[in-house]
């Protein structure tokens, strides 16, 4: 496969010390058969088992690695933001660090780029309890609700789009919301989103930190955050606009 474009991989790590390594040179494998011009951004979100030190070790061997510190836990969001605005390449790709697809699939959702400014995965199966499925189709419903973003899989961990959205949007979340305000800010800005179905493989080391009340609480108190920040933004642009066509 011959793809002209450049690609940043961004990937926010906070204890993934039995799954970085894997996830880094299975990436180098693939993406060495599709181009030449990439970087793996890691950012280290102040991990303390060590993953941070190996991905300096790694970084060190392999060029193509661009380790980044957090000196505090700055959550996902935190993590993509600090990933997305130090990426230098002509396409971001998000993927979480425990090994979530087959990064062979890769190769398909690529050329749908052509056709769009966002590609975002979603699950052909859901392997995951009753209780996070439920929690997924209401979160999916009141984000589509809300925001018309009529996805499948809004935090799906597997997103590639065009880093010159990110000079039309800035992004706030820190939490687990920045997966939807990402879309929902590209949608806004009239940016074309393309989904594909993808296998998804949970874990098989480490915890997810991706669930739990917590991580629910925070994604409500952004999302109002959001809401609040949009609809301020919003009545400035009218009250604007007002004054222009008197």
């Known amino acids: 496969m011959e793809f002209k474009r450049s ?4 990937f926010p790590m906070f204890n993934e010390i039995d799954n970085i390594e894997q996830m880094v040179l299975s990436t180098m494998a693939v993406t060495d058969t599709i181009t030449s011009d990439y970087e793996i951004i890691v950012v280290d979100d102040a991990s303390t088992d060590g993953s941070g030190e ?8 392999y060029p193509k690695i661009r380790p980044i510190h957090h000196p505090r836990n700055r959550k996902l969001g935190g993590a993509l933001k600090t990933g997305f605005y130090n990426a230098t390449k002509e396409l971001i790709i998000y993927i979480d660090s425990d090994l979530p697809i087959d990064l062979n ?11 769009a400014d966002v590609v975002i995965g979603h699950r052909l199966i859901r392997t995951e309890s009753i209780r996070r499925k439920v929690q997924s189709k209401i979160y999916n419903w009141i984000i589509r609700l809300l925001f018309g973003l009529k996805v499948k899989d809004v935090n799906f ?21 920045i997966d939807a305000e990402l879309l929902i800010e590209a949608l806004r800005n009239n940016y074309k989103i393309k989904e594909i179905g993808l296998m998804y493989y949970p874990r098989s080391a480490g915890e997810s930190k991706l669930s739990g ?19 301020n933004f919003d009545g400035l642009v009218e009250k604007f606009k007002n004054k222009v066509n008197r």
């Open 157 to 177: 961990a597997f997103k590639v789009f065009k880093r010159e959205i990110l000079e039309k949007i800035t992004l706030h979340s820190e939490g687990s919301f």
């Open 54 to 61: 190996l991905i300096d070790r790694l970084a060190q061997k």
């Open 213 to 231: 009340l917590k991580v629910i609480m925070k994604i409500l108190q952004e999302m109002n955050e959001y809401r609040k920040r949009r609809k």
């Open 7 to 10: 690609i940043s991989y961004v």
């Open 105 to 115: 699939d890769i190769k398909l959702a690529l050329p749908m780029i052509e056709e």
